[in-house]
C-alpha cells in the first residue's frame, strides 16, 4: 500500500502563488495518473489537474493556464503549482494516484484558502 501525503496548503491573498505536494510513501513509478482533486464547501469534488504516465497533462477548464502539474518520479512527489490564485480556488485538495494493479489512492487533502 502507497500512502500518499499532501502539503503547502495555506492562506493566500488573491493574485498569489502556492506550490502543492505530494509525497508517496513508495515508488509512483508505475501509476498510471497521478493528479490533483478539489472540494470546496458543500460542493462535488472535481478534477483539478492530472498527469498522465508518458507525459500528458490535463486540466480543469478553470485553472488552465494557471496552475501546472507535474510529477517527479525519482523523488516520488507530484506538485502542484498554483498562480494567480482567486477566491473560487478555496477548496481542500486532494492528491490522487491510479494504479491500473492496486486501484485508486487519495491523501488526506490540504486546504487552500485564497482571501483578502
Known amino acids: 500500500q502507497v500512502q500518499l501525503v499532501e502539503s503547502g496548503g495555506g492562506l493566500v491573498q488573491p493574485g498569489g502563488s502556492l506550490r502543492l505536494s505530494c509525497a508517496a510513501s513508495?515508488?509512483?513509478?508505475?501509476?498510471?495518473?497521478m493528479g490533483w482533486y478539489r472540494q470546496a464547501a458543500g460542493k462535488q469534488r472535481e478534477l483539478v489537474a492530472v498527469?498522465?504516465?508518458?507525459?500528458?497533462?490535463n486540466y480543469a477548464d478553470s485553472v488552465k493556464g494557471r496552475f501546472t502539474i507535474s510529477r517527479d518520479n525519482a523523488k516520488n512527489t507530484v506538485y502542484l503549482q498554483m498562480n494567480s490564485l482567486k477566491p473560487e480556488d478555496t477548496a481542500v485538495y486532494y492528491c490522487?494516484?491510479?494504479?491500473?494493479?492496486?486501484?485508486?489512492?487519495w491523501g488526506q487533502g490540504t486546504q487552500v484558502t485564497v482571501s483578502s
Open positions: 490522487n494516484g491510479y494504479n491500473v494493479r492496486s486501484g485508486n489512492y
Open positions: 513508495g515508488s509512483i513509478f508505475g501509476f498510471a495518473k
Open positions: 498527469s498522465v504516465l508518458g507525459g500528458s497533462t
